[in-house]
């Protein structure tokens, strides 16, 4: 043994801490999913849990904003400050009546996200909650992915019905 080598566990310089446990946990239960039940099932489970993170999220800004209801700005400019908030780089490509356009040049879960597609179904499914739960409805399309190998994510957040939004494919949210 070096005699400059740490003696104890708590004397090393690893660099596990609880950011890095909590996306490595996600990366491999979403990677468990993926190859015990399927891409398209892992999605599936995924979404439950983006819907409820949603909601919660949601939640949160209304009560933190004093509002019973955010407005189209409002969900746009919630959509990009919860992803900054929690290490995403999100920033508005382009804002239109019918939609939104979204670029992402960090993800939150960092490198644990490449080949693990079925963890954007956290970012759909918390973007489509809260947009529907305050405007009625929404679909997201995750037109590109950093998971899938994409250098930046890119995402569309329609918020209501339109030839655009039914030509596209992305899962549709509704207000409960």
Known sequence: MN??????????????????F????VRELAGTL???????EASGFISVVGQRMGDW??????????????????VVAVLVDLKRRIQGDFHVIE???????????ACPFGDKVLGRPSMCMMTSNVFGTITA?????????????IAQGAPTC???????????ADAADGREYFRV
């Open 154 to 164: 890119r995402v569309t957040v329609f918020f209501k019905a339109s030839a655009d």
């Open 34 to 40: 993926e190859n015990v039940v399927g891409l398209d």
């Open 133 to 145: 739960q305050n405007l009625g409805r929404s679909k997201v399309v995750l037109d590109q992915t």
């Open 95 to 105: 804002v239109t009546e019918d939609r939104v356009v979204l670029g992402n040049r």
């Open 57 to 74: 999220i949601d939640a949160e800004y209304r009560q933190a904003l004093g509002t019973p209801q955010l407005n189209r700005d409002q």
């Open 22 to 25: 909590l996306r490595t946990l």
């Open 3 to 20: 005699a400059t080598s740490p003696t104890q566990p708590s004397e090393t310089s690893m660099p596990l801490e609880r950011d890095l």
